[in-house]
């Protein structure tokens, strides 16, 4: 276990360090409560440094933390929402960032930027650091995505670059609820993946969107997206997508899923682009317990998960857990 089992907690996210340093974050305490915390592991995830406090905002709420690492300078990002009453009298939730310089013991946070800065409700971002161009100056190509409440509807948007473009809508205005959006970077600059659940009416259950893009972060230019694909393309509900990309291109995928929307128990299931497309893997029987907002890393032939467990036997209170796996890079 990752977290300290006397705070509640759940929706982690995970990253891999250019050195294979596990890092791991989530939301810990008590509703409208909670704050973002992070741990590190140096020795393949035997072992994690005590949790520490990223986000300190007594006075707000701060949920659905991401983490994304500058392989290159060895900087760490992290993103979360956060509805600090500070010059917010409606206490909207917002996307803020962060971010640390590795080399540093202990780390180090900057202050938290807002990267929403809207009017409305924002909340579950997802960050990446894209690969960088030769010849360009040394600045991170930062990509953070993130759904918003738009016109009755809820949206994912994108922003790129250090200097952050305006927003930009990527979700299609048909589709009545999008949520959950994850973002992965590929090996060449300016490749990147978005993946989210989306329901096309109240009713209908959500599936599992993904689209791409080639020319993100030049010259902040608008990245051309491609049509979403559907994924999961059956019953679901399929929910809290996560993806990972290797330097190879391979793309892994994470995902929530139950029986159908009566089914009180979901299981985190796994898929990859590998043969292409493996039908889905259940990574964790789970028995009595929940298994709920799963996170994925890829490092040099390993993946890595974590993941939410929730109810069981002496618990009710969320815990972090974490596997890993490796795989052949051809």
Same mark, same amino acid.
């Given at each position: 276990?990752?977290?300290d089992?006397?705070?509640?907690?759940?929706?982690?996210?995970?990253a891999?360090?250019p050195?294979?340093?596990?890092?791991?974050?989530?939301?810990?305490?008590?509703? +409208?409560e909670?704050?973002?915390?992070?741990?590190?592991?140096?020795? *393949?995830?035997?072992?994690?440094?005590?949790?520490?406090?990223?986000?300190?905002?007594?006075? *707000?709420?701060?949920?659905?933390?991401?983490?994304?690492?500058?392989?290159?300078? *060895?900087?760490?990002?992290?993103a979360?929402?956060?509805?600090?009453? +500070?010059?917010?009298?409606?206490r909207?939730f917002e996307?803020?960032l962060?971010?640390?310089?590795?080399l540093?013991?202990?780390?180090?946070?900057?202050?938290?930027l807002?990267?929403s800065?809207?009017?409305?409700?924002?909340?579950?971002?997802?960050?990446?650091? *894209?690969?960088r161009?030769?010849?360009?100056?040394?600045?991170?190509?930062i990509?953070?995505?993130w759904?918003? +409440?738009?016109?009755g509807? @809820?949206?994912?948007?994108?922003?790129?670059?250090?200097?952050?473009?305006?927003?930009?809508?990527?979700s299609?205005?048909?589709?009545?609820?999008n949520q959950?959006?994850? @973002?992965?970077?590929?090996?060449e600059?300016?490749?990147?993946?978005?993946i989210?659940?989306?329901?096309?009416?109240?009713?209908?259950?959500?599936?599992?969107?993904?689209t791409?893009?080639?020319d993100?972060? +030049?010259?902040?230019l608008?990245?051309s997206?491609?049509?979403?694909?559907?994924?999961?393309?059956?019953a679901?509900?399929?929910?809290?997508?996560?993806?990972?990309? /290797?330097?190879?291109?391979?793309?892994?995928?994470?995902w929530?899923?139950?029986k /159908?929307?009566? /089914?009180?128990?979901?299981e985190?299931v796994?898929?990859?682009s590998?043969?292409?497309?493996?039908?889905?893997?259940?990574?964790?029987?789970?028995? /009595?317990?929940?298994?709920?907002?799963?996170?994925?890393?890829?490092?040099?032939?390993?993946?890595?998960?974590?993941?939410?467990?929730?109810?069981?036997?002496?618990?009710?209170?969320?815990?972090?857990?974490f596997?890993?796996?490796?795989?052949?890079?051809?």
């Open positions: 276990m990752v977290s089992p006397k705070i509640p907690s759940q929706n982690p996210a995970i891999v360090g050195g294979g340093e596990i890092l791991i974050v989530w939301e810990g305490g008590e509703e +409208k909670r704050e973002i915390y992070f741990s590190r592991s140096t020795d *393949g995830g035997e072992s994690f440094t005590t949790p520490a406090n990223v986000s300190n905002t007594p006075e *707000g709420d701060s949920q659905d933390p991401a983490i994304a690492v500058d392989q290159t300078e *060895g900087l760490v990002y992290v979360w929402s956060d509805n600090t009453p +500070k010059d917010n009298p409606e909207d996307i803020f962060t971010s640390a310089q590795m540093e013991e202990p780390f180090v946070f900057t202050p938290p807002n990267i800065n809207n009017a409305t409700h924002s909340s579950n971002p997802d960050i990446a650091v *894209g690969a161009v030769a010849g360009e100056p040394p600045s991170p190509r990509f953070v995505v759904e918003d +409440k738009q016109r509807r @809820i949206a994912i948007f994108f922003r790129q670059s250090t200097a952050f473009s305006s927003p930009m809508e990527i299609e205005d048909r589709i009545y609820r959950n959006p994850a @973002i992965a970077t590929g090996p600059p300016g490749h990147i993946f978005v989210w659940q989306a329901a096309l009416t109240t009713s209908a259950n959500p599936e599992i969107l993904l791409s893009a080639e993100a972060g +030049k010259d902040l608008i990245p997206f491609t049509i979403p694909f559907n994924l999961s393309n059956t679901g509900p399929f929910q809290r997508p996560a993806i990972a990309v /290797d330097e190879q291109g391979e793309r892994f995928i994470v929530e899923e139950s /159908d929307r009566y /089914d009180l128990k979901p985190i796994f898929r990859c590998l043969l292409p497309f493996i039908p889905p893997l259940e990574v964790y029987d789970s028995d /009595d317990r929940f298994s709920l907002s799963p996170a994925i890393a890829v490092y040099a032939g390993e993946i890595y998960v974590v993941w939410e467990e929730e109810g069981g036997e002496g618990t009710q209170r969320g815990e972090i857990f596997t890993r796996a490796r795989y052949e890079i051809y």
